[in-house]
């Protein structure tokens, strides 16, 4: 199958030399995309400024921003069988990007935020034949709310996780689709990614 992976987080510029992002690392997905290569499967990795580097035998496409991630994804969803969107998108972007290097001054900065777009909605609409697996990172009612995610995105899975697997080896997970959840305690993301191609 030929899949596309998206991974890491997105920048989200406020001036030339300033940005809003969150913490991912970009691991997970590149553990899925490098799982999913050796299943032998035609892989594509998109994915946002990471320390790491994306693992060999994957078509690689760095981006930055969640509207450029969106871009990269849509281009190459009607060629693709599956679609696992790791990727930890931002959820809001700055209204406007400043010129240079905005210099401080006296008192508070208000920053206005817009929201960025929703990728894998937009995937769960468009889509045709594609397969769609999407995670939730939930602090509480984990199960209840990835069902609610699978329904709303439109997707067949959520892998759900908790704010105690960012930048962790091992962590708790579940595989929630509209046959149950199965849940996958104390495990590595190496396994989880092969349980997750698996589920492809
Ligand atoms: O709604 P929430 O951010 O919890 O959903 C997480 C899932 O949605 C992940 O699969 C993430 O990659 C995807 N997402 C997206 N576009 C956004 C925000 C999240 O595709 N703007």
């Not at 035609?42 to 690689?60: A, E, Q």
């Not at 920053?111 to 697996?133: A, C, K, M, W, Y």
């Not at 069902?147 to 708790?172: M, N, Q």
């Amino acid at each position: 199958m030929r899949v596309l992976v998206t991974a890491g987080p997105t920048r989200e510029a406020i001036d030339d030399v300033r940005f809003l992002t969150s913490g991912s690392t970009g691991r997970m997905g590149f553990e899925i995309a490098a799982a999913a290569r050796d299943a032998g499967h035609d892989v594509t990795l998109v994915f946002g400024p990471v320390p790491l580097s994306p693992p060999d035998g994957v078509t690689v496409v760095p981006v930055v921003s969640a509207l450029d991630m969106r871009a990269a994804v849509l281009e190459r969803f009607d060629e693709v069988d599956a679609v696992v969107m790791v990727a930890a998108v931002a959820d809001y972007r700055p209204e406007e990007r400043i010129e240079g290097k905005r210099k401080k001054a006296d008192g508070p900065w208000d920053l206005r935020l817009v929201r960025n777009p929703d990728i894998l909605s937009e995937l769960g609409r468009r889509r045709t034949h594609q397969f769609l697996v999407g995670f939730a990172l939930e602090a509480e009612n984990g199960e209840a709310n990835a069902r609610a995610k699978l329904e709303a995105k439109g997707c067949d899975a959520i892998v759900l996780d908790s704010p105690a697997t960012v930048g962790a080896d091992v962590s708790d997970f579940a595989i929630v689709t509209r046959d149950g959840i199965e849940h996958l305690p104390n495990t590595t993301k190496a396994a989880l990614a092969v349980q997750i191609v698996a589920l492809l």
